[in-house]
């Protein structure tokens, strides 16, 4: 009797356990991300009460919109190739060479990723736009063409490729390799029949999460594509803030949503195979000097690639906010203008900073107790199909997101229309995704045996999470936090529906400011874009400097 009450008792603490954890992220999601999109879907197909699901059909039969959708998918799809043409040399450097400055270099290529999309256009605008650095040197504009766009979407999306493809590549035992080499393969058919298989599924991935990004892109299409080019998420934003056609809006939110949730599917899957298909070794122990002309000539075409491609965007835009003479944008940002800002823009920093960290520490709490229930042995098919529903904010609309929140939280309990809250509840629906990748592999690292034993002492599901999980996975958690703060800091698609016109942040804040003609506005759009990739960079580094450590083992 007294085994079987204590079973019984094991058993409702630990579906209590389940409960308390999954509860308050299951409650985030369906408040502040179900219920908006609904909302805003209902709000255009649901006309006089009733569903008017024929509008699907009338809108796709909209030339304008098969036009769209047409130059979603296509761009969508080229800029995933030319990023895995670019970007696959780039993994192997990093995976197979040790050079000096590697570290750094590193660093330097996940820079780009963790900017804000608005900087990136902008970079793009200064280098290859009227008035850029080609148009000066050779007369050469590329902002009206639809290559400045896919240029944009490779250097955005370069660090996905050299990070998802070339971790597992650093973890691949070469001497497999080497014994196909030895039986009389060349190396190219050694490479395709043995290291290819093995990189299948990382490189699935990577071009999933590249279309993923692309096919949703936004403020990069915004800024560089003009009135000629229009993804879906920038149609999204112009019939909802523009046209006000709602109806056409929920049609176009509902494809959107219909094909992310396949890429998801896929993206899941290719993960689980390669979770669990290849034995792996140190990564360590794989990268060595680069030998011979050809990978002493493969190294410095990678560099010269990161240079002019990654790089050379930057250089240019730092070198435009600074084309007034005694920093006359910059000085500039301090001063009323009466005109789209209430406040001087410089405050936009300060509130990018703090809606940050308010976004940072939702997003732990949500992603950090989503994660520790998706690792428990015991947890329920509910919870593990929790898991795909977390990365659905990466690929949903944002434009849609936010508009929603203007239409769903006007009335109580969830009021917060005029609440400075609103901000970073949606910046943190973004920085989740990121918590919850980052720590899992982590969770999933910690014995099982220490928890249990921990619990056969006595020990509730709180301490053993304090004193078991917590010591092992506190440099995960930071990194995770550095993750969710440089994404809720650049988030945009969002923000430019909620952002009160006194509180601007910096990415709304250059938006509107390139929206303006004029040479000052642009200026200064370029000393905000300069400020805000210093910032991000500044994290990254930090991020950087926590993933070295973890490894070697020091700070």
């Not at 963790?114 to 650095?133: D, E, I, N, S, Y």
């Not at 940072?360 to 998706?374: E, N, P, S």
Request: glycine share 8%; with cysteine; charged share 15%.
């Amino acid at each position: 009797m007294d085994l079987t009450r204590t079973e019984v008792t094991g058993r409702t603490r630990g579906a209590a356990a389940r409960f308390g954890l999954i509860a308050l992220p299951v409650a985030f999601f369906a408040a502040f991300f179900a219920y908006p999109v609904a909302a805003i879907v209902a709000r255009g197909l649901k006309i006089d009460g009733a569903w008017q699901f024929g509008r699907i059909g009338e809108v796709l039969a909209q030339s304008d919109v098969r036009h769209v959708l047409w130059f979603t998918t296509w761009q969508a799809l080229v800029s995933t190739a030319l990023t895995l043409l670019i970007a696959l040399p780039g993994a192997y450097v990093f995976a197979r060479f040790d050079f000096r400055g590697k570290q750094v270099l590193r660093a330097a290529v996940t820079v780009p990723f963790v900017l804000p999309t608005v900087v990136v256009g902008t970079a793009f605008l200064a280098l290859v736009g009227r008035g850029g650095l080609l148009d000066e040197l050779w007369g050469v504009r590329l902002d009206t063409t639809v290559w400045a766009i896919l240029l944009a979407h490779v250097f955005f999306n370069y660090a996905v490729v050299v990070r998802t493809v070339g971790g597992l590549w650093a973890q691949l035992d070469p001497r497999q390799e080497e014994a196909a080499r030895m039986l009389g393969a060349s190396p190219l058919k050694a490479w395709r029949q043995v290291t290819l298989p093995a990189l299948a599924p990382a490189v699935a991935a990577a071009a999933l999460m590249v279309f993923l990004f692309t096919f949703t892109s936004f403020g990069v299409v915004q800024i560089l594509g003009g009135p000629t080019f229009s993804t879906l998420e920038v149609e999204i934003y112009r019939q909802t803030s523009e046209i006000f056609d709602l109806s056409t809006a929920a049609v176009l939110t509902l494809i959107q949503f219909v094909a992310v949730g396949a890429i998801l599917v896929l993206h899941a899957w290719t993960v689980r195979r390669r979770e669990t298909a290849l034995r792996l070794v140190d990564a360590s122990v794989t990268a060595r000097r680069p030998r011979g002309a050809g990978q002493w000539a493969l190294l410095g075409g990678v560099l010269l690639t990161v240079v002019v491609l990654l790089l050379l965007p930057l250089a240019v835009l730092v070198q435009r906010s600074l084309d007034a003479p005694g920093f006359g944008y910059y000085r500039a940002l301090t001063r009323e203008d009466g005109g789209i800002f209430l406040v001087a823009p410089i405050e936009a920093i300060g509130n990018s900073l703090e809606y940050a960290l308010a976004a940072t520490v939702i997003a732990v709490v949500i992603g950090g107790l989503a994660a520790v229930a998706l690792t428990r042995r015991d947890a329920g098919r509910f919870v593990r199909g929790f898991d795909a529903l977390l990365m659905l904010p990466l690929g949903v609309s944002a434009v849609t997101v936010g508009f929603g929140f203007l239409i769903a939280l006007d009335e109580p309990p969830l009021d917060l229309r005029a609440s400075w809250i609103l901000v970073p509840l949606a910046q943190a629906l973004v920085g989740v995704p990121f918590v919850v990748r980052t720590m899992l592999p982590v969770l999933r690292a910690v014995d099982v045996r220490l928890r249990e034993a921990a619990s056969v002492l006595g020990a509730s599901p709180w301490r053993v999470w304090r004193e078991v999980d917590l010591p092992m996975v506190r440099r995960a958690l930071l990194i995770a936090a550095g993750f969710a703060f440089a994404v809720s800091l650049g988030e945009f698609g969002a923000t430019v529906f909620i952002a009160r016109p006194d509180n601007p942040t910096l990415p709304v804040a250059v938006a509107r400011l390139l929206g303006r003609p004029g040479e000052l506005n642009y200026g200064q759009a370029m000393a905000l874009s300069t400020i805000l990739m210093v910032v991000c960079a500044v994290a990254l580094l930090v991020l950087e400097r926590l993933r070295t450590a973890d490894r070697t083992g020091e700070f």
